[in-house]
């Protein structure tokens, strides 16, 4: 490779390096949840991770998250998502339960607002350690009652996020079937795969990544406030 190839390829390596660089500026900065922001990626470039984006994808999501609100300049003293490990659970613990339709707004304002009526704290991130297992536990009983067990009794620690995930899909699944909208014989893979083209790289789900787990329930979202058109047992193909 030549002096001149060489320098083009380190410039369009570094132009990658800054584009993704922004991305995960720009996910800090709207304070998007995980999987949120692994749909719309997979959504926009079929991929996963950034990393894995050519130049010209990174470009398309850097426009999505521009589109969101996403500024490369912040306004002085514009706040930021709370970042302590408490309101990382409660923010993906709220998102969940606005998949499940429990939460009509599942914007980091309707979270802040409903933190601050349960704990009387004007702002999540200044929530202490007590304050927040208080919140946390309120989300988990709205997830009770929506259907997605909690209880992890017996569960291996390190199995414990793949299990609530794997939970919530089923209990997205159960209602989009009794809405008539996937038929009543459909696995959770058939139900990716047919409904959001979504098809994991293992066939079991309790092989799954919580990555892969995270796409489906947030495509399985979308679908139970849309209400697509429902899907007949004849279309499995």
Known sequence: MNQYATARFDGARQRRRVLIAKVHVAIKQLGLADDDYRAMLFRITGRMSAGECTEEQLVLVIDELKA???SAKPKAGAPRAADHPGAMKARALWISLHHLGVVRDGRESALEAFARRQLGCDKLQWANQSQMYLLIEALKKMAER???SQDLSG?????SVQVLKHRLCDALLAKLKDADLAPRDWRLGDAAWRLAGI???????LFWSASEFDLIAAAFGRLLREGPRPVSAGEIG
Not at 199 to 205: A, L, M, Q, V
């Open 199 to 205: 098809r994991p790289g293992e066939p079991s789900p």
């Open 155 to 159: 569960v291996p620690a390190a199995r």
């Open 146 to 148: 929506a259907g997605w």
């Open 68 to 70: 969101k609100g996403f």
